[in-house]
T-cell receptor
Framework: DAGVIQSPRHEVTEMGQEVTLRCKPI?????LFWYRQTMMRGLELLIY????????DSGMPEDRFSAKMPNASFSTLKIQPSEPRDSAVYFC???????????FGQGTRLTVV | GIQVEQSPPDLILQEGANSTLRCNFS?????LQWFHQNPWGQLINLFY???GTKQNGRLSATTVATERYSLLYISSSQTTDSGVYFC????????????FGKGTSLLVTP
């Protein structure tokens, strides 16, 4: 298996623009997680899904952030409008079920200028 | 929320040396993972170890859930072991999010 696949690997955008990050979980995994890594806050959860249904979005910073999982093999994280403080590495992870071993993608490094 | 404390925060070793990294957590957990973040930023799974002891080559880990700590042992360290080691836990009866420690930054010199 190719593992969790994220795209793009790097994204540079101007403040105010919409940004969409994409994730393909490992085939057969029913749970998908979005995390964000910054120097100040470390790695923190944004949202997770189980069987394509959002379970906990309490980590989503504000209404500018939204996430969807239209099917078992694809999820998006959208930021609209983007701000410089959104600059971070965004990781997607998947697991067979909730509370089983999670595997991370290579991350998307987002820079908002 | 749960507190996850890792020690030491930084570690410099000479190639061939052994080391022990520690992870303390403040509440009961039902999932614990160790990761290695390499210099390219990739998070690599090392162990899924809610309890007990596991070994994988030069690495081994032990989690004593009742005493709320886990240890990661690195033996005969190599320069490729450099990077940041993270401990992450899922708090019992509190959702399924991994809560990460701040990591141990390891540098192995030739």
């Amino acid at each position: 298996d190719a593992g969790v696949i994220q795209s793009p690997r790097h994204e540079v955008t101007e403040m105010g623009q919409e940004v969409t990050l994409r994730c393909k979980p490992i085939s057969g995994h029913n749970s998908l997680f979005w995390y964000r890594q910054t120097m100040m806050r470390g790695l923190e959860l944004l949202i997770y899904f189980n069987n394509n249904v959002p379970i906990d979005d309490s980590g989503m910073p504000e209404d500018r952030f939204s996430a969807k999982m239209p099917n078992a093999s694809f999820s998006t994280l959208k930021i609209q409008p983007s701000e410089p403080r959104d600059s971070a590495v965004y990781f997607c992870a998947s697991s067979i079920d909730l509370n089983t071993e999670a595997f991370f993608g290579q991350g998307t490094r987002l820079t908002v200028v | 929320g749960i507190q996850v404390e890792q020690s030491p925060p930084d570690l410099i070793l000479q190639e061939g040396a052994n080391s022990t990294l520690r992870c303390n957590f403040s509440d009961s957990v039902n999932n614990l993972q160790w990761f290695h973040q390499n210099p390219w930023g990739q998070l690599i799974n090392l162990f899924y170890i809610p309890s007990g002891t596991k070994q994988n080559g030069r690495l081994s880990a032990t989690t004593v859930a009742t005493e709320r700590y886990s240890l990661l042992y690195i033996s005969s360290s190599q320069t490729t072991d450099s990077g940041v080691y993270f401990c992450a836990v899922v708090r019992s009866n509190s959702g399924y999010a991994l809560n990460f420690g701040k990591g141990t930054s390891l540098l192995v010199t030739p």
